[in-house]
């Protein structure tokens, strides 16, 4: 081999060193970003925030910010103090550093004993969270409880209904379940606008009814709480699509539509615990005076501690 030739191969093998090392350090920069957690809403500009609304988790389908939507008084809600959510039973390593950043004072847990014992939540060790549990459907032989996953996993459908089922059971959240509801605008206040995260199984109906009850409580609009409430719909199917495809699979397609039913939003469902409470209290503002046992200034104290103006959510 001559000079020239020598030359040729040697910088020929630097190209493919060279090229191989950018390689490399292109792929290391794309793992860092995909390991890198999406920014929270609140660290977002602006304009990001509302498409960031929902944070992705490995283990959670429903994590929303409920920050940013606009009051009748013309403030705004805090991003980064009020968080709704599915079950915190399936969080990854990743999930659990993640989950510090929120900087949570209080974590409320509607779900029953029995949904607790199937699925306890994985928090972060040495938390210091105040944990709250406000069981809701947690007798035993409840329609919404633990009789009905029984009847489900026997494949027994007779007279199962889920509109039905689910307009009663938000129903008994606006009448029936006050006294927890009242508890946990209490832990709300007590927080004095630290961050908040409550949840129930799919972080849908027990924290729709909760989402929507304190958003009324600090002047959203009506029509505002219920596009909130139905975002549920999509995302609690789209984190057990692989559930439901095994479930037709095995056990055919009358009972997948009926847990697919289930798992799903419905305005009705909420309008439904909205008519409850105007039949029980005669009115929302008769609701949280005498169920929910907010004085005015209480609400002053809530909205004070959980809006602010507008120019201020926009900088």
């Not at 920050?67 to 039973?89: A, F, K």
């Not at 947690?138 to 409880?145: E, F, K, L, Q, V």
């Not at 996953?149 to 039905?164: F, P, Q, S, V, Y």
């Not at 007590?190 to 799919?202: I, M, N, Q, R």
């Amino acid at each position: 081999m001559n000079h020239r030739s020598r030359q040729q191969n040697l910088g020929t093998q630097h190209l493919i060193r060279t090229g191989a090392a950018l390689a490399t350090a292109g792929l290391l920069v794309a793992l860092t970003r995909a390991l890198r957690p999406a920014p929270l809403p609140r660290h977002l500009p602006p304009e990001h925030r509302e498409p960031g609304r929902r944070i992705p988790f490995d283990g959670l389908g429903n994590l929303r910010d409920l920050g940013g939507y606009q009051t009748t008084d013309g403030r705004t809600v805090r991003w980064g103090v009020l968080y709704r959510s599915d079950h915190l039973g399936r969080l990854s390593a990743r999930d659990l550093r993640r989950l510090r950043h929120l900087e949570l004072a209080v974590l409320v847990d509607f779900r029953s004993n029995a949904e607790k014992a199937a699925a306890p939540n994985r928090l972060p060790r040495g938390h210091g969270i105040k944990v709250v549990e406000l069981p809701l459907f947690d007798d035993a032989n409840d329609a919404m409880g633990v009789g009905l996953r029984a009847r489900i996993e026997r494949g027994d459908l007779t007279g199962l209904d889920a509109a039905a089922l689910l307009i009663d059971a938000n129903q008994r959240l606006a009448t029936e379940f006050t006294p927890a509801y009242r508890q946990f605008v209490a832990e709300l206040l007590a927080a004095k606008g630290a961050p908040v995260l409550f949840h129930c199984t799919a972080g849908k109906d027990r924290t729709g009814f909760a989402a929507a009850i304190v958003l009324r409580l600090l002047g959203v609009p009506e029509e505002v709480i219920v596009a909130d409430y139905l975002r549920s719909k999509a995302y609690s199917l789209a984190a057990r699509r692989r559930d439901l495809l095994l479930l037709r699979l095995f056990k055919g397609h009358e009972l997948t539509a009926l847990v697919r039913a289930l798992l799903g939003v419905e305005e009705a469902y909420l309008q439904a615990a909205f008519d409850a409470i105007d039949r029980e209290y005669s009115s929302f503002a008769a609701y949280a005076r005498d169920g929910l046992g907010l004085s005015e200034a209480d609400i002053r104290r809530l909205r004070d501690q959980l809006l602010e103006e507008s120019s201020r959510a926009q900088s």
